[in-house]
């Protein structure tokens, strides 16, 4: 079972709003990402998380605020968004292998199906 | 420097024949891995097809080929018998081993079309 599951689908939201996008995984994995797709424009990494901790966070404006509960949930919580941040919200997780200290280049990364988001 | 180039923005293939999709890269890490992604319009991105630097054999999965040429730098995604369902956006991406972390690098894309 290679399934990452996101809700909601589609999200529409005012500028002062606050609001959440959510993730899950049951497939054991220990690396979860958050990525932001424009239109026509591959991924563009947002946040990892490995093992539940924080790992990267690809200089992030704060409006957008990860969080990790456990091991099978990630959210992104949004904060007085931009219209400019309307995009696809993507969830990606992975085994997070390791070999001899390094990232395996073997880290296969399984996506869910994205927010298409809307900053109004 | 781009490290993953992709030349296609769109290409248009006729139902049932075969077409290949190009993909180079650039790397100093001996240890890399290549990745296809397909992402349909429902915006979904799939995970299609692995092949690692060491790997001595070009990966396949089902319809899906891999045409590694290492010298070249290249990765090629071939896909036989082309169908309906095929039209769709295609990435190719790479993770590497050493300097990578948990970065993987992205194309810009090719937009597939399959006509019937």
């Known amino acids: 079972d290679t399934e990452v599951t996101q809700t909601p689908k589609h999200l529409v939201m005012g500028m002062t709003n606050k609001k959440s996008l959510k993730c899950e995984q049951h497939?054991?994995?220990?690396?979860m990402y958050w990525y932001k797709q424009k239109a026509k424009k591959p991924p563009e990494l947002m946040f990892v998380?490995?093992?539940?901790?924080?790992?990267i966070n690809e200089s992030v404006p704060s409006r957008f605020s990860p969080e990790c509960p456990n091991s099978s949930l990630l959210n992104l919580h949004l904060h007085a968004l931009q219209p400019e941040d309307s995009a696809l919200y993507l969830c990606?997780?992975?085994?997070?292998?390791?070999?001899?200290?390094?990232?395996?280049?073997?880290?296969?990364?399984?996506f869910g199906p994205g927010t298409r988001l809307t900053v109004l | 420097a781009q490290k993953i180039t992709q030349t296609q923005p769109g290409m248009f293939v006729q139902e049932k024949e075969a077409v290949t999709l190009d993909c180079t890269y650039d790397?100093?890490?001996?240890?890399?891995?290549l990745f296809w992604y397909k992402q349909p319009s429902s915006g979904e991105m799939i995970f299609l097809i692995y092949?690692?630097?060491?790997?001595?054999q070009n990966a396949t999965e089902g319809r899906y080929s891999l045409n590694f040429q290492k010298a070249r730098k290249s990765a090629n995604l071939v896909i036989s018998a082309s169908q309906l369902g095929d039209s769709a956006m295609y990435f190719c991406?790479?993770?590497?081993?050493?300097?990578?972390?948990?970065?993987?690098?992205f194309g810009a894309g090719t937009r597939l079309f399959v006509k019937a």
């Open positions: 990606a997780s992975s085994q997070a292998r390791t070999s001899g200290g390094f990232r395996e280049s073997t880290d296969t990364q399984y």
């Open positions: 497939m054991g994995h220990r690396a």
């Open positions: 998380y490995s093992y539940e901790k924080l790992s």
């Open positions: 790397t100093s890490d001996p240890s890399y891995g």
């Open positions: 092949q690692g630097s060491y790997d001595q």
């Open positions: 991406a790479m993770r590497e081993g050493r300097g990578g972390g948990f970065k993987t690098i």
